[in-house]
């Protein structure tokens, strides 16, 4: 007579879940994600990036389908603000010298720390002359003379 098999019981059956951490976090817990990485570098979040990257998010982890990383959200959000003290929009005043000279000294600051810690945790732009430029980018690297000018 053959031995009596017995089933294992479910638990034995599943491979250990990998990935899924925040099942285990209380809901108001702010997510361990490349996306909320990106939020915080635009927001200028210097101790929530710092937050992020202690807990092992990656600094070059791309944040689009065409690679881009932190990195070059950092230098558009900094490109903008720029901009955006020089080129007030319809309805705000244009600073005086005083104002602006303060206003960019704050910018810089900011903006310096949370280049730095950027810099300092190994964050690369995605930019490289030798990466394969794709159909639609070539097109519009025609147009206007360069692809990292673009939104993403």
Same mark, same amino acid.
């Given at each position: 007579? /053959? ?6 019981? =479910?638990?034995?059956? &599943? ?26 570098? &635009?927001? +200028?979040?210097?101790?929530?990036? /710092? ?9 070059? +982890?791309? =944040? ?24 007030? &929009? ?15 000294? !704050? ?8 280049? !730095?810690?950027? /810099? ?13 430029? /794709?159909?639609?980018?070539? +097109? ?9 000018? !673009? +939104?993403?």
């Amino acid at each position: 007579a /053959r031995p009596k098999l017995h089933a294992p019981s =479910i638990a034995h059956c &599943r491979p250990p879940a990998m990935g899924n951490c925040e099942v285990c976090l209380d809901m108001e817990h702010p997510h361990l994600t490349t996306e909320r990485l990106e939020l915080a570098v &635009r927001q +200028n979040d210097v101790a929530e990036v /710092r937050r992020l990257l202690d807990a092992g998010v990656g600094v070059n +982890n791309p =944040i689009d389908d065409d690679e881009h990383t932190v990195m070059d959200v950092f230098f558009l959000e900094h490109k903008t603000e720029c901009q955006q003290m020089l080129s007030p &929009r319809s309805g705000q005043r244009h600073l005086d010298a005083d104002a602006l000279h303060d206003a960019f000294d !704050k910018l810089q600051s900011n903006a310096g720390e949370m280049y !730095k810690l950027l /810099r300092d945790r190994g964050a690369q732009v995605s930019y490289s002359p030798q990466r394969p430029v /794709r159909p639609s980018e070539a +097109n519009s690297s025609q147009a206007d003379g360069a692809t990292m000018g !673009k +939104n993403f």
